[in-house]
């Protein structure tokens, strides 16, 4: 399997944001922060907020194989608990941000109740859940094990329960651990490493952990850690380390040569101006397309088995790929494509989903 990630909560620079209620044409699924992930060519990693109502619209004919989502509605509540009968038709994988139960971020509100619905509605449309655990507050090499062992225990006979073929032909589940940084390699290796003390390897829970990379000296660290791989996230060139373009070819080759998965991030754009005025300096113009186009291409020259695209729907960070249409409210202009039609992201991700499944084909040549 070789993936492309659409993620939604890309940037946080050490907040969020509540959403305000805006309405754009779509049907209504409840889910919390999550990605999506084609089982072909793309893994659309997609964050909304914790707790809240995201409503997706199918377009039309939709080409086998690809997953393309348009529309959305997004509700500051849990008034929409039915799950939409049309999400999609095509096999993908969604992976949620997640809390342990009872937790959530800042600003949302616990959601783990939403899990079940949000499996149940992916076994219905040939899609598969995977997770993406987020830094509550006292998280730790112990309390991730627990996690493991909840999450595990909990979905992991459900149909839709995502698990990823590595290089070496494991079927295991896999896992991203945001913010992986926080706890010092020292902890980590006590659960990912196998002579650790608390070990998760050869048991019952073993799977796929894939660390957060920012800085440079964070790949040593995931390395020491007993990490199976690395993920950029942050959508926008330069703004670190790891998101910077440049630095993904040695990163690349560290990660080849220690049997690491490497997963790049890319983006259509960004500005986030409207809620942090003083980030003009990580602005990212979208170019018509360009920008994005750009960083798929520099994703691609390193023959990745998977990349990550940030956003689906983060509308005030301006990262959203989604269908759009020109909507204002008192406080705020959306986004749109013009002078694009309102899919031209959508255009695009096809496009490149394409052309990545190509290009691996020729690179198993």
């Known amino acids: 399997m070789h993936d492309v990630f659409i993620n939604r909560n890309a940037f946080r620079f050490g907040c969020r944001i509540k959403y305000q209620d805006f309405d754009m044409m779509g049907m209504i699924v409840p889910i919390m922060t999550c990605f999506v992930t084609l089982n072909t060519t793309l893994t659309i990693i997609k964050t909304s907020c914790y707790s809240w109502c995201v409503g997706y619209k199918l377009p039309t004919s939709p080409p086998q194989d690809e997953l393309v989502i348009g529309g959305g509605n997004i509700h500051h509540n849990r008034r929409c608990s039915g799950v939409s009968r049309k999400i999609t038709s095509v096999d993908g994988v969604l992976v949620l941000s997640w809390y342990p139960p009872g937790l959530a971020d800042d600003n949302g509100e616990p959601a783990e109740d939403l899990v079940p619905a949000v499996l149940d509605a992916a076994y219905r449309h040939n899609l598969k859940v995977a997770f993406h655990i987020q830094p509550y507050r006292g998280r730790n090499d112990q309390t991730l094990h627990e996690n493991i062992k909840y999450i595990i225990d909990r979905y992991g006979d459900h149909g839709a329960f995502?698990?990823?073929?590595?290089?070496?032909?494991?079927?295991?589940?896999?896992?991203?651990?945001?913010?992986?940084?926080?706890?010092?390699?020292?902890?980590?290796?006590?659960?990912?490493?196998?002579?650790?003390?608390?070990?998760v390897r050869g048991s019952a829970y073993d799977s796929m952990f894939i660390a957060l990379i920012v800085e440079e000296r964070h790949k040593h660290d995931i390395l020491a850690g007993g990490f199976d791989g690395m993920y950029t996230y942050f959508a926008s060139n330069g703004f670190s380390f790891g998101s910077s373009h440049h630095n993904w070819k040695a990163i690349k080759a560290f990660c080849d040569g220690n049997n690491l998965l490497f997963i790049p991030s890319v983006g259509p754009g960004y500005t986030d101006t409207s809620i942090r005025p003083w980030n003009n300096h990580n602005t990212r113009n979208r170019v018509n397309g360009r920008y994005y186009e750009t960083a798929l291409q520099a994703a691609l020259n390193v023959r990745p088995e998977v990349v990550t695209i940030t956003s689906f729907n983060e509308w005030h960070e301006g990262t959203q790929i989604e269908r759009a249409m020109p909507k204002k409210t008192v406080t705020r202009v959306y986004l749109d494509y013009q002078p694009h039609g309102p899919e031209h992201y959508l255009e695009l991700t096809r496009s490149w989903a394409e052309q990545f499944k190509k290009e691996k084909q020729q690179w198993l040549m």
Not at 167 to 179: A, C, E, R, V
């Open 162 to 199: 995502y698990k990823f073929t590595s290089s070496t032909g494991k079927n295991l589940p896999l896992f991203y651990i945001y913010d992986s940084y926080l706890t010092p390699p020292e902890s980590w290796s006590e659960f990912l490493t196998p002579f650790g003390s608390h070990s």
